[in-house]
């Protein structure tokens, strides 16, 4: 079926440019900024669930070379608790700046011994929100208090920790650009899970087990290990030199309504916000050494499967000026080429998007509750589809609208890169 309602229409790259500015008129009452020309339509199959334990589990190396998507530079490392083994390893002890993944030292190093029941109130709230929710003014509070580049310090020597180093001497002030490792990340989470008093483990692995979509800094952190496996998890994410994609609140968990297909348009994002790890130290600072201080950041760390079976680290940096929804479709698909025991893959069939702003809504209209806004040009995971509102775009004209259960909403097929008004290969909606 053609996307465009006027029969005759010349093909959509070539009448992109002619109509310009109603475009923009007309955009931004659904997406906000003016939309970028669409992608080429990019689909990504959900690949089967991870097998069972077996030979491929039990050896120290699956293989040497993950599937690192053009132009990222990556450190992995995924471990098997069950079997004691690595099952991917890959520049493991390359040293990246950490960006968020620091906070976790600094939990434990707030945490101490002594646990949560040692501490006032205000703490649990405010290292919930840290570990759950990314929040950085709670790293910049625990950093200006505890010593900062003391914290690293200390913390990695009780952990045992070897390629993990305060930030350089030349930006001491910076918390998320404390050095560390894929291999040193699942030491810590190893320490955590296997090591920590009781009471440490629970309080950390559950804020990292109800981890937000949106970071309090406005940026969705359900790349990696949230989009590649469903099913048990615990996630605590990193990312430096990007802007927030305008991500807005937390998307219920919900399946599509049988006859209820009415939601998504777009809308402006908000403001945007640099991370490039937030100041407030004092302490003693690790020279510079080698550490990419330029390059963007993004990094998915933690558990997946029942009872935390399988650490998983993989640290990665673009090219400085990548977006942010590039980089988060290149680390969900590095992720989700990976060997990780008792994984499940999500069903469905991935597709990229085009525009910035694209709001996700809770039913198929563009009247429905916002749930929240799309990285500009990320890849999202199609579960079904089924017509509802008809939005016009000019030049596009269509009715049909995705449904995306990784948000618990939909979204129109408009800003999917795809050539028609469905999408090859997706079911309609019950």
């Known amino acids: 079926m053609p996307r465009h309602h006027r029969p005759g229409a010349p093909p959509r790259h070539a009448t992109v440019a002619a109509v310009t500015a109603l475009l923009v008129v007309l955009t931004a009452l659904l997406t906000g900024p003016a939309a970028a020309v669409p992608r080429t339509p990019h689909r990504w199959p959900a690949a089967a669930p991870a097998a069972a334990p077996g030979p491929a589990a039990e050896r120290t190396e699956a293989r040497t070379m993950p599937d690192i998507p053009a132009g990222t530079t990556a450190g992995v490392a995924v471990y098997d608790r069950d079997t004691g083994r690595f099952t991917e390893l890959?520049?493991?002890?390359?040293?990246?700046?950490?960006?968020?993944?620091?906070?976790?030292?600094?939990?434990?190093?707030?945490?101490?011994?002594?646990?949560?029941?040692?501490?006032?109130?205000?703490?649990?709230?405010?290292?919930?929100?840290?570990?759950?929710?990314?929040?950085?003014?709670?790293?910049?509070?625990?950093?200006?208090?505890?010593?900062?580049?003391?914290?690293?310090?200390?913390?990695?020597?009780?952990?045992?920790?070897?390629?993990?180093?305060?930030?350089?001497?030349?930006?001491?002030?910076?918390?998320?650009?404390?050095?560390?490792?894929?291999?040193?990340?699942?030491?810590?989470?190893?320490?955590?899970?296997?090591?920590?008093?009781?009471?440490?483990?629970?309080?950390v692995m559950d804020a990292l087990h109800s981890a937000t979509r949106c970071g309090n800094d406005g940026f969705d952190q359900y790349f990696g290990i949230p989009s590649a496996f469903d099913g048990p998890r615990a996630v605590k994410q990193g990312w430096s030199g990007f802007t927030s994609g305008g991500c807005t609140a937390a998307a219920p968990a919900t399946v599509p309504r049988a006859g209820a297909l009415h939601t998504t348009g777009t809308a402006a994002a908000p403001a945007t916000v640099p991370r490039a790890g937030a100041l407030h130290t004092t302490g003693t600072?690790?020279?510079?050494?080698?550490?990419?201080?330029?390059?963007?950041?993004?990094?998915?760390?933690?558990?997946?499967?029942?009872?935390?079976?399988?650490?998983?680290?993989?640290?990665?940096?673009?090219?400085?000026?990548?977006?942010?929804?590039?980089?988060?479709?290149?680390?969900?698909?590095?992720?989700?080429?990976?060997?990780?025991?008792?994984?499940?893959?999500?069903?469905?069939?991935?597709?990229?998007?085009?525009?910035?702003?694209?709001?996700?809504?809770?039913a198929a209209s563009t009247a429905s509750a916002h749930l929240t806004t799309l990285p500009a040009g990320v890849e999202v995971l199609v579960g079904c589809q089924g017509r509802g509102e008809r939005v016009t775009v000019p030049p596009y004209d269509n009715d049909w609208w995705a449904y995306l259960p990784q948000y618990g909403g939909w979204i129109t097929q408009i800003y999917i890169s795809s050539p028609d008004s469905t999408l090859p290969g997706v079911p309609d909606c019950p």
């Open 90 to 203: 890959h520049d493991a002890d390359r040293r990246f700046r950490s960006a968020s993944l620091v906070k976790l030292l600094l939990a434990l190093d707030v945490l101490g011994d002594g646990g949560p029941a040692a501490l006032p109130e205000a703490d649990r709230v405010r290292l919930t929100a840290m570990l759950r929710s990314s929040d950085d003014a709670a790293a910049s509070h625990y950093w200006a208090a505890r010593g900062g580049s003391a914290v690293v310090t200390r913390t990695a020597s009780r952990l045992g920790l070897t390629g993990t180093v305060p930030p350089p001497a030349t930006h001491p002030g910076h918390w998320g650009y404390t050095a560390t490792t894929a291999s040193d990340t699942v030491r810590v989470y190893r320490h955590i899970l296997e090591t920590a008093p009781a009471a440490v483990r629970t309080f």
């Open 285 to 362: 600072a690790a020279p510079a050494a080698s550490l990419d201080l330029v390059s963007e950041a993004l990094h998915t760390t933690g558990t997946v499967g029942p009872g935390d079976r399988t650490v998983v680290a993989v640290l990665t940096l673009h090219p400085d000026g990548t977006p942010y929804g590039t980089a988060y479709g290149r680390v969900t698909r590095l992720t989700d080429s990976l060997d990780v025991p008792g994984a499940v893959r999500p069903a469905g069939t991935r597709f990229g998007t085009w525009g910035s702003g694209v709001r996700v809504r809770a």
